[in-house]
């Protein structure tokens, strides 16, 4: 059946097809918060973070590649990066987010159930170890009266990418958005020519939307934007799917995967 023969079209006096009517009174802005998986712990940026992000994403030494579909560059120096990481850390749109290690569970506050997943105050998130920061990404192009938000400035390091980890830190964010927050509408926007971006998109539920040809210049090149969105009418079925797939009995003893997320 097409848009155009669906029962359940609605038509104004004029004949002509509108949309479902609804009562939405607007999304809650999003605010530092931090979330806590089984296997990672997302964080709010915090000024003592900044020489991890610094040794392990930033800095001259660190995997420059990572940075080939994204806005950031390396910095030569660590003093050359200070008031980029203030902006960041002082930022409500993007908001950013530390993408960190799950802490042993002497380290967790009093009070969070060991394996359970959980918001927990402002403040727990401080990297003691460098090495313990994973990856970081953001909330921004946020449009809280009308229920649109989008996950961008995604950068893992080589240890995140493909993980169990990295799959967790964006299920916990999607559910932030739609259950917490009271969204609409979950976007994810990549360069093109980033086929692993495109793929995790699909992977966690995101569907294409199309591509926006010419949309930016970066980096002294042009950029084909490919969009790709989840809705909350989605997203019941797209949290069963992750959680499936993220269950304890989905790994064997040395953390592979039984079943692909795929076939959840």
């Known amino acids: 059946m097409t848009r155009k023969e669906d029962a359940d079209m609605r038509f104004n006096e004029f004949g002509q097809p509108i949309g479902e009517a609804v009562s939405y009174t607007g999304a809650r802005l999003p605010e530092p918060v931090s979330l806590v998986g089984r296997t990672v712990l997302v964080a709010p940026l915090d000024a003592w973070q900044k020489r991890a992000f610094y040794r392990r994403i930033f800095g001259p030494d660190c995997d420059e590649s990572i940075m080939t579909y994204s806005s950031h560059h390396l910095y030569p120096d660590e003093t050359a990066f200070d008031s980029e990481f ?33 918001l927990v105050p402002q403040g727990w998130g401080l990297v003691r170890d460098s090495s313990n ?21 995604v950068i893992y390091t080589g240890e995140l990418q493909r993980t169990r980890q990295a799959t967790e830190a964006q299920y916990l964010m999607a559910r932030h958005v739609f259950e917490n ?50 809705t909350d009418r989605e997203w019941p079925a797209v949290k069963e799917r992750l959680e499936t797939w993220l269950d304890e ?5 040395k953390g592979r995967q039984k079943r692909r997320l795929q076939d959840c």
């Open 249 to 253: 009995a989905n790994f064997d003893q």
């Open 86 to 118: 203030r902006l960041m850390t002082a930022s409500r749109d993007p908001l950013f987010f530390a993408i960190l290690r799950k802490p042993d569970a002497a380290d967790r506050p009093v009070g969070l159930l060991s394996g359970g997943e959980s």
């Open 181 to 230: 927050l009271g969204y609409r509408r979950y976007e994810w926007k990549c360069d093109s020519l980033n086929a692993p971006s495109r793929s995790a998109a699909l992977r966690l539920g995101f569907k294409a939307e199309g591509c926006f040809r010419n949309d930016m210049v970066y980096k002294g090149r042009s950029r084909d934007t490919d969009w790709f969105s989840m």
């Open 133 to 153: 920061l994973l990856g970081m990404y953001a909330l921004m192009r946020i449009r809280a009266d009308m229920g649109s938000v989008e996950m961008g400035h």
